[in-house]
């Protein structure tokens, strides 16, 4: 059974400094990573989404992913305020069906 | 074009009641999920429908909970005898297609009192 594990659980940065979240997962034949935002009291919002080794880009947030170290991170260029929201990494299974998703990580984002 | 819609978004209940959950997804989604979200963790898949069918509810506590979706639009949860172990807020999600983007609800929060 696919497992994903998040780190850190928080993360608290300023406003404009690079903010960086880890996501490991033990079964890497899995063809596709997501990462979500969830802001307090609000659904899930998907930020991107990844299939292929490598990075992939949406506006500022970047994913890389790297299938033989069972890792992929998110990264958050010039995080503003209105970005302090938990972040969980979802991995989609090809023989469950669905997605699983970690425990999240909390970033806050100060001026 | 409209979101995912969930009502109620509050429920308080005591252990033992009842208490149905309704979702409306957008519309030409075919694919419907049912997510518990326990506080401070990841949502879990409870059930996930394609149309009116249920295609995976292994997950469903099936002593307690129930999912339809009738006509392939509409879903309704239902938590029969509510326990304080389902306090939790429950997601609905729907997709084009199964696997492709999901859109969420703003959910459910339920209290088991």
């Known amino acids: 059974q696919q497992k994903v594990q998040q780190s850190p659980e928080s993360l608290t940065v300023s406003e404009g400094a690079m903010a960086s979240l880890n996501c490991t997962f033990s079964?890497?034949?899995?063809?596709?990573f997501r990462w979500y935002r969830q802001h307090s009291g609000k659904g899930l919002e998907m930020l991107v989404s990844i299939f292929s080794d490598g990075e992939k880009e949406e506006g500022r947030f970047t994913a890389h992913l790297n299938r033989a170290s069972l890792h992929v991170s998110l990264h958050i260029r010039e995080p503003q305020p209105s970005d302090s929201a938990v972040y969980l990494c979802a991995v989609l299974n090809n023989y469950a069906q669905g997605l699983t998703f970690g425990l999240g990580t909390r970033v806050s984002v100060f001026p | 074009e409209a979101g995912v819609t969930q009502s109620p978004r509050y429920a308080v209940l005591q252990e033992g009641q009842a208490v149905s959950f309704w979702c409306d997804p957008i519309?030409?989604?075919?694919?419907l999920y049912w997510y518990q979200q326990p506080r401070d963790q990841g949502p879990q898949l409870l059930v996930y429908?394609?149309?009116?069918?249920?295609?995976?509810n292994s997950q469903l506590p099936s002593d307690r909970f129930s999912a339809v979706r009738p006509k392939g639009t509409n879903s309704t949860l239902k938590i029969q005898s509510a326990k304080q172990g389902d306090t939790a807020t429950y997601l609905c999600?729907?997709?084009?297609?199964?696997?492709?983007?999901?859109?969420f609800g703003h959910g459910t929060k339920l209290s088991v009192l």
């Open positions: 079964d890497g034949t899995s063809d596709n």
């Open positions: 999600a729907s997709s084009p297609g199964f696997n492709e983007r999901l859109f």
């Open positions: 429908f394609r149309d009116e069918a249920v295609i995976d």
């Open positions: 519309s030409g989604h075919d694919t």
